[in-house]
């Protein structure tokens, strides 16, 4: 069996990269993650990283702005993936010129998991968000250095726990804003699931200076039909509020950067249909789904699914603190749940027909 490349993670301790450096160990590559300083007195980071490297992941030192920590890193590897976020895209720089002068790494993948930036058509809106991304893939191809690009578009924890909502944090129950038409679609993936791709992708020749796009079935949605869908969820009949792309377009003129970010990501995504209006096997690009079909991945009605029982969870626990000031009221009384609540919390609780608080 073939030797598994041994994997240097820049960002492992952020929300993707994490992700990553847990998928790489699982496939048992040899894993070393890059880190800064500064991490390491993190409470939340430092967990993140005990876990990492009791999994076995060697922690090395350094920074995307240490060249000597970078080259030192780079030399123990055979490929680089690099998780920074978007506001640190264009300090990757110093890591491509570090991989070029080490000049052992058989692949490079960016910081990029999102959409394509050479398929985004909102240029002018997006503070060059995708031209820095794009920026960084020039870099890498006139430095000849052997890359994957991850092309995995939304996250499922950016926009879906709201179903597309700006602004909120967890779906509506009544109405939803609906951008455009509400009929063209957009892509989410879970982050773990990006991941296991990513990983898939390492060792693989047919991704090899490639673009590999994730838009698998069951993860391609419109807004019309996530609606619908968690209208069918909740067992109600949702209201849909249409905002037309011109009024989109001025509130998202009206509204500072980066509060406007969202409208941005939904504009492109939703209305101009940036991340589905290409065939994904045109030139340059291959469909993750089709190379690696054995890969489990959660759709978007499952995530839904964790979504409502969330819901049902907080509402449940909303009546519960109802119940205890309730109880407080009526000093040692005894009460029944639907007496005080109606229907509607009974529904909540699908399993019980009634619950009795009985007092001492
Ligand atoms: N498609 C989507 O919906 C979506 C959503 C969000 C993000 N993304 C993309 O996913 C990628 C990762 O984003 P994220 O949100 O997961 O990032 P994140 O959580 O902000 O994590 C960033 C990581 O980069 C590390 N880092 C920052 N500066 C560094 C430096 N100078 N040297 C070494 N390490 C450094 C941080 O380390 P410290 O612990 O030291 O700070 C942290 O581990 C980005 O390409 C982003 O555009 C996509």
Same mark, same amino acid.
């Given at each position: ?25 699982? /496939? ?32 090395? *030192?350094? %920074? ?5 920590? $970078? ?13 920074? %976020?978007?506001?640190?895209?264009? &300090?990757? *720089?110093?890591?491509?010129?570090? #991989?070029?002068?080490?000049?052992? #790494?058989? =692949? ?11 398929? /985004?058509?909102? %240029? ?12 960084? =893939?020039?870099?890498?191809? /006139? ?15 950016? $926009? $879906? ?12 129950? &009544? ?17 773990? &699931?990006?991941? /296991? ?17 994730? =838009? ?23 209201? *849909? ?11 998202? *003129? ?11 990501? #939904? ?52 009546? %519960?603190?109802? #119940? ?26 699908? &399993? ?9």
């Amino acid at each position: 069996m073939e030797k598994k490349s041994r994997i240097l993670i820049v960002g492992a301790t952020g929300n993707l990269g994490f992700e990553i450096a847990k998928a790489s160990l699982q /496939a048992s590559h040899p894993t070393y993650a890059l880190v800064r300083d500064s991490a390491f007195s993190d409470p939340l980071k430092s967990l993140k990283l005990q876990s990492l490297s009791d999994s076995g992941a060697t922690l090395l *030192k350094g %920074s995307l702005q240490d060249e000597t920590s $970078l080259i030192e890193a780079i030399k123990q590897v055979d490929v680089v993936i690099c998780a920074v %976020s978007s506001k640190q895209v264009l &300090d990757q *720089k110093l890591l491509v010129a570090a #991989i070029k002068q080490a000049g052992c #790494i058989k =692949r490079l993948i960016p910081s990029e998991f999102g959409l394509d930036p050479s398929k /985004a058509r909102i %240029s002018g809106l997006d503070r060059n968000f995708y031209s820095r991304k794009a920026e960084i =893939r020039h870099l890498v191809e /006139a430095e000849g250095i052997p890359h994957t690009y991850i092309c995995c578009n939304f996250f499922m924890s950016y $926009l $879906l726990p709201s179903i597309v909502q700006p602004g909120l944090k967890t779906p509506p129950r &009544d109405k939803f804003t609906i951008f455009g038409n509400g009929n063209v679609k957009g892509v989410f993936m879970k982050e773990s &699931d990006v991941a /296991a791709f990513t990983i898939s992708a390492v060792d693989d020749p047919r991704t090899l200076n490639k673009a590999v796009h994730l =838009r698998p079935q069951g993860n391609v949605y419109s807004m019309n039909e996530l609606v619908e869908l968690w209208g069918s969820k909740i067992g109600k009949k949702l209201e *849909k509020i249409y905002v037309p792309e011109e009024e989109l377009l001025k509130k998202i *003129k009206e509204t500072p950067y980066p509060d406007n970010m969202d409208m941005i990501f #939904i504009y492109g995504a939703f209305i101009k249909g940036d991340q589905t209006y290409f065939d994904i096997e045109s030139p340059g690009g291959v469909d993750g789904t089709k190379l690696y079909p054995h890969l489990k991945y959660t759709t978007i009605s499952q995530y839904l699914d964790t979504l409502f029982q969330r819901n049902k969870f907080w509402r449940m626990s909303k009546v %519960s603190w109802g #119940i205890v000031i309730e109880v407080c009221k009526l000093s040692y009384a005894e009460f029944e749940i639907e007496l005080l609540f109606g229907l509607e919390a009974l529904g909540l609780n699908t &399993d019980a027909k009634f619950v009795t608080v009985g007092v001492p």
